[in-house]
């Protein structure tokens, strides 16, 4: 399917079958489960992929299109499908070609379905997943303290921390699992989120559970995580823009049914910002990485304010656990922190702080 059709077949999709029941997708993991296999039946689930391996393919401005594209109608199937997509994109770097042939090919309808935990690498003090090479692979033993889609993935491609500092990535079972060596996985119940809680995110224990090298995707330098982070520094603002967008929705719409109030000057005032910030954002590839902190920042303060604003029009409806524009308010707070380091945070706080010392 040609490139301009696969994003026409997602926005069709999108606004008509995904965002009549956006509200319900955040709560019923049987409907979200659904949902995504609509992505898979219009081969969307693989589109950093290379199509020698079935994937789209896609560039970097269309796949971010396409990500901003899901985060305005539906967070949780967004944050969900990411990390499907995430798993194919990182497993296509893999040397294994066996490894490759086994999942790459299936996994753009959803036939094969691959999560992923590795977001513990982040911490620098201790990481709580490591590893042991073995004779005929790697041991992994440890906690993973994030891993999203129990019971809607069947794998998760995971990380863990080598004695050297390196990392190595391979295949685990989502489910529990005992090995005849004695090794085990066991996962949590799915945790009680404030937001997208549908989307079954859980913890792991993994005590002595070993990985052949036919289930190694691939062993990182020591500190790869944190390049890749400021490589990637934008990625997770194609999520803000989305969600941002979703709350001028819900703005505009009110502006219909409550023609009495003066809405559309603070509307059309967000709206031209939310321009801005993106037409930044998709031209800055090339720009400095504090340049490219300073508009990921800037995509989650706007995200919590278009959704503030939603929530403000909408009055106190708002408060409503199933009103769209609580449910908007909840996804923004999960954007303000998905895939944070250490540099997000603190610019996020800045910013934050900014109008404090403005007013002083």
């Known amino acids: 399917m040609e490139t301009s059709s696969l994003l026409e077949t997602s926005e069709i999709y999108l606004r008509n079958e995904i965002a009549p029941i956006a509200n319900q997708l955040d709560e019923d993991v049987e409907l979200l489960r659904s949902a995504l296999k609509g992505l898979g039946d219009r081969h969307l689930l693989a589109l950093r992929v290379p199509e020698t391996y079935k994937g789209a393919n896609l560039d970097n401005h269309r796949f971010h299109s396409f990500q901003e594209q899901v985060a305005r109608f539906s967070g949780a199937l967004s944050f969900l499908q990411t990390q499907h997509q995430s798993a194919g994109a990182i497993l296509s770097k893999s040397e294994n070609e066996l490894l490759k042939q086994a999942y790459l090919p299936r996994m753009g309808t959803g036939e094969a379905s691959v ?60 489910t529990n699992t005992e090995q005849n060596s004695g090794g085990s996985i066991c996962f949590s119940e799915p945790m009680e989120l404030a937001a997208m809680s549908s989307t079954n995110t859980v913890t792991a224990e993994l005590i002595e559970w070993n990985i052949d090298q036919s289930e190694v995707a691939f062993v990182t330098d020591a500190g790869a995580i944190f390049k890749s982070d400021r490589t990637n520094i934008l990625n997770h603002s194609f999520f803000a823009l989305g969600c941002a967008q979703a709350g001028l929705d819900i703005v505009s719409r009110t502006q219909e049914t409550k023609p009495y109030l003066s809405i ?11 321009k801005q910030c993106r037409q930044s954002i998709y031209s800055a590839q090339d720009q400095s990485f504090e340049e490219r902190l300073k508009l990921r920042v800037w995509s989650i303060d706007l995200a919590v304010r278009c959704a503030h604003a939603a929530v403000v029009v909408s009055s106190g409806a708002a408060n409503s656990k199933r009103h769209p524009a609580q449910r908007v308010y909840r996804e923004a707070l999960v954007f303000s922190v998905s895939g944070q380091t250490a540099a997000v945070l603190e610019g996020t706080l800045d910013r934050i702080s900014a109008t404090s010392r403005r007013d002083r």
């Open 115 to 174: 999560g992923i935990g590795f977001s513990h690498l982040r911490r620098q003090d201790d990481p709580p997943l490591k590893a042991t090479e073995t004779k005929n692979g790697y041991q992994f033993h440890g906690h993973i303290p994030w891993i999203t889609g129990f019971g809607i993935f069947e794998t998760v491609l995971a990380a863990a921390l080598l004695p050297n500092g390196q990392a190595v990535y391979g295949m685990i079972p989502f």
């Open 264 to 274: 559309s000057s603070s509307y059309e005032t967000l709206l031209k910002e939310l």
